[in-house]
């Protein structure tokens, strides 16, 4: 069984949408379990869901309440829930193209794989991401470097959750590259060139949808990452200084094109 983990928080517009994208796989739908944490939200995120439910009593959806507490949290209780062999991750403004399970776990299948991400919105991988054979290893150095495992796009085997632990409840930016760090210390970890999932509604992500449109908070999310990873000596003095003026260079220049967009859209 797959356990589909889905946090929650005013996405009245596009929850259905999520779920429905799950009902639409290719993948027996009685493989799935399907848990929705309701993150304290305040639209009509929950009237809609339970509606859904009512609806469609052949799909195994558990809806779960909490206060709000962010989705590092939200995605804990659903791991706590989960009873599934695989977990799935998928936000509640995302959604799966139909083939994505199955192609996933065919490789599951195949290969050894502990951990396998797709690629998204029809984007390449791009730089330290090398393709082979129709996929790219994930490692903790390219991690560090850049992160393509977009939640929605992954699904693990249990014992990456019982080897891992929890997200850090915490951090609500770049909590997702912290979880993939600590992931690869322990697991082996890939990603399809396939692109097999629609985030943001095909927007770019950084300085324009979800949370990673935060530009500064998501700095202080791999600033965060990066002293954690240093003081648990996984990198030296000297590497954590380096990175240290990689992210800020890169910060500011996504500030610039971030601006340079938003102002290219008003004229």
Known sequence: M??????????????????????????????FEIIIINDGSTDESTELTEKYIQQNPGMNILLLHQSNGGVSRARNQGL?????????????????????TEKQMKYFEDTGFDFLATARNGNPLLYPYRIYNGMAEITFDKLLIRNEAQPSTVIFRRKVFENTGYFDEDQRYAEDVNYWLRVSLGNTMFILEQSLVITGNGKRSFGVSGLSANLPEMAKGFRKNLAEMYSLGKITYLRYLILHIFYWTKYVLLRFRTFYYRSVRLK
């Open 80 to 100: 706590a829930t989960a009873k599934g062999d695989f977990i799935a991750l998928l936000d509640a403004d995302d959604e799966w193209l139909p083939l994505k």
């Open 2 to 31: 797959i356990s589909v983990i889905i946090p929650m928080y005013n996405a009245e517009r596009s929850i259905i949408k999520a779920l429905n994208s799950v009902k639409n796989q290719t993948f027996p739908q009685s493989e």
